[in-house]
């Protein structure tokens, strides 16, 4: 299947609505932030949580394991399914099927069950995997590092928002609604969801999975080569080891984010007996650098490749 029509620019067009090149971009980082938000939503509120349960410190580490546990194989199987059916379906799919855990951990009574709504949630991190499919269909060679990088640089944000936005909310429901803190972890978890919902709605009718079209239509014109190159072509993937050095790479940095994000406002909140909108606040701030750092690693990252190759994009 040959994929046509790629954009060369991206901040020129950015408000360009029309082109389904610039919707796919603006749609894609932010059912990316959304699905971050929802993924990570409940760290932030891990000290009302950690007390209602009477978490031990065990327990604590063994749910922060199970959010992130399963997204290993999340992404692997997104990935497939991106070839199979299309960035467009997948999206949708994830973010609506996405929501369920969501919803289903304000439900939570206990432990067992904490940990097990808190290793589904964990799914919906997989959502990396098709926003940087989708822009990378959608953009030319010459500023598909910038289109990547900002998209997954503007989605991760969502962690830090999380972060920041879920201890005020909280506040909000305990503070000026007088309802319980039992209740009110419980219902930002669920508005998070829905938003998750809506954002899947969307992407099903703004996107679509290529510049000329979407797959199903596109493959009733591929040849049987074209279908034989697919499965060649990943071969060659798998077998280039600087595939494996950007893999090694991109594991260790984003761990650690992924440790921040994820127990920060923990940490923060029980040493240095801040609130939680204090500690949210610190946690989520080293969230906030990905506003800036992806893009720019993206550029430099196009400027290395137009002159060496994928060999200057892993050498920056």
Same mark, same amino acid.
């Given at each position: 299947?040959?994929?046509?029509?790629?954009?060369?620019?991206?901040?020129?067009?950015?408000?360009?609505?029309?082109?389904?090149?610039?919707?796919?971009?603006?749609?894609?980082? @932010?059912?990316?932030?959304?699905?971050?938000?929802? +993924?990570?939503?409940?760290?932030?509120?891990?000290?009302?949580?950690?007390?209602?349960?009477?978490?031990?410190? %065990?327990?604590?580490?063994?749910?922060?394991?199970?959010?992130?546990?399963?997204?290993?194989?999340?992404?692997?199987?997104?990935? /497939?399914?991106?070839?199979?059916?299309?960035?467009?379906?997948?999206?949708?799919?994830?973010?609506?099927?996405?929501?369920?855990?969501?919803?289903?951990?304000?439900?939570?009574?206990?432990?067992?069950?904490?940990?097990?709504?808190?290793?589904?949630?964990?799914?919906?991190?997989?959502?990396?995997?098709? &926003?940087?499919?989708?822009?990378?269909?959608?953009?030319?060679?010459?500023?598909?590092?910038?289109?990547?990088?900002?998209?997954?640089?503007?989605?991760?944000?969502?962690? =830090?928002?999380?972060?920041?936005?879920?201890?005020?909310?909280?506040?909000?429901? &305990? =503070?000026a609604f007088?309802?319980?803190?039992?209740?009110? +972890?419980?219902?930002?978890m669920v508005?998070?969801?829905?938003?998750?919902?809506?954002?899947?709605?969307?992407?099903?009718?703004?996107?679509?999975?290529?510049?000329?079209?979407?797959?199903?239509?596109?493959?009733?014109?591929?040849?049987?080569?074209?279908?034989?190159?697919?499965?060649?072509?990943?071969?060659?993937?798998? %077998?280039?080891?600087?595939?494996?050095?950007? %893999?090694?790479?991109?594991?260790?940095?984003? *761990?650690?984010?992924?440790?921040?994000?994820?127990?920060?406002?923990?940490?923060? =909140?029980?040493?240095?007996?801040?609130?939680?909108?204090?500690? =949210?606040?610190?946690?989520? %701030?080293?969230?906030?650098?990905?506003?800036?750092?992806?893009?720019?690693?993206? @550029?430099?990252?196009?400027?290395?490749?137009?002159? /060496?190759?994928l060999r *200057?994009?892993?050498?920056?």
């Open positions: 299947m040959q994929i046509e029509n790629q954009s060369p620019v991206l901040w020129r067009d950015l408000l360009k609505f029309n082109k389904p090149q610039i919707r796919v971009f603006h749609l894609s980082w @932010m059912a990316f932030f959304l699905c971050f938000f929802a +993924w990570f939503g409940i760290a932030p509120l891990m000290l009302v949580i950690k007390r209602e349960f009477s978490l031990t410190a %065990s327990q604590v580490g063994n749910t922060v394991i199970a959010s992130v546990g399963i997204t290993i194989l999340a992404r692997f199987f997104m990935g /497939w399914v991106c070839d199979k059916i299309g960035p467009r379906l997948t999206y949708s799919w994830l973010l609506v099927l996405g929501s369920i855990p969501v919803f289903g951990i304000a439900f939570s009574n206990g432990y067992v069950s904490f940990l097990i709504f808190r290793l589904l949630i964990g799914v919906i991190g997989a959502s990396f995997v098709i &926003t940087q499919y989708h822009t990378s269909i959608m953009f030319a060679p010459n500023i598909v590092g910038t289109a990547n990088a900002t998209s997954a640089g503007w989605g991760n944000l969502g962690g =830090g928002a999380a972060n920041m936005v879920m201890p005020l909310a909280f506040g909000v429901l &305990t =503070g007088g309802l319980s803190e039992s209740l009110s +972890w419980r219902l930002v508005i998070a969801g829905v938003f998750c919902v809506i954002a899947g709605i969307a992407y099903y009718f703004l996107t679509q999975d290529a510049p000329d079209g979407n797959f199903a239509d596109l493959r009733r014109l591929e040849s049987d080569k074209d279908a034989a190159d697919r499965g060649q072509s990943l071969r060659k993937v798998v %077998s280039d080891p600087r595939v494996w050095v950007l %893999s090694l790479i991109y594991g260790c940095c984003f *761990g650690v984010e992924l440790t921040m994000i994820n127990i920060g406002a923990l940490y923060f =909140g029980e040493t240095f007996n801040l609130s939680l909108a204090q500690a =949210g606040l610190i946690a989520g %701030s080293y969230g906030l650098l990905n506003l800036f750092a992806r893009t720019t690693g993206g @550029m430099l990252g196009d400027r290395c490749g137009l002159r /060496w190759g *200057g994009r892993v050498m920056w």
